[in-house]
C-alpha cells in the first residue's frame, strides 16, 4: 500500500514564499515519476509540476520561473518551491506518485491547503 503525505501548507501574502513536502510510504518511489497538481474551488485538478526518476521536470506555464520541484530519492520525499506566490496559486495541492511502467498505479495524497492573501 502506498501513501503519499502532503506538508508545508497555509496562508501566505502575495509575493510571499511556501515550501511544500511529500513523503511517500513504500517501494515505489523509487520507480515512479513523482508531481505536484492544484485544484482550485470550482476547477479541475491541474498539473502544476513533474519530477522523473532522473531529474527531469516538467511545468505548468503558470507557475515556469517562480515554483521548482526535487525529489530526495534518499528519503522518498518531493518537495515543491513556491516562490512569487499570487492570488490564484490558491488551491489545494496534491502529490502524485505515477509508476513508470504501470499507469494502474498511480497514487495521490489527501491534500495541502495553500491559500495566498493578503
Known amino acids: 500500500q502506498v501513501q503519499l503525505v502532503e506538508s508545508g501548507g497555509g496562508l501566505v501574502q502575495p509575493g510571499g514564499s511556501l515550501r511544500l513536502s511529500c513523503t511517500a510510504s513504500?517501494?515505489?518511489?523509487?520507480?515512479?515519476?513523482m508531481g505536484w497538481y492544484r485544484q482550485a474551488p470550482g476547477k479541475e485538478r491541474d498539473l502544476v509540476a513533474t519530477?522523473?526518476?532522473?531529474?527531469?521536470?516538467n511545468y505548468a506555464d503558470s507557475v515556469k520561473g517562480r515554483f521548482t520541484i526535487s525529489r530526495d530519492n534518499a528519503k522518498n520525499a518531493v518537495h515543491l518551491l513556491m516562490n512569487s506566490l499570487k492570488l490564484e496559486d490558491t488551491a489545494v495541492y496534491y502529490c502524485?506518485?505515477?509508476?513508470?511502467?504501470?499507469?494502474?498505479?498511480?497514487?495521490w495524497g489527501k491534500g495541502t491547503l495553500v491559500t495566498v492573501s493578503s
Open positions: 502524485n506518485s505515477r509508476h513508470i511502467l504501470i499507469p494502474s498505479m498511480n497514487y
Open positions: 513504500g517501494s515505489i518511489f523509487s520507480r515512479s515519476t
Open positions: 519530477i522523473t526518476l532522473g531529474g527531469t521536470t
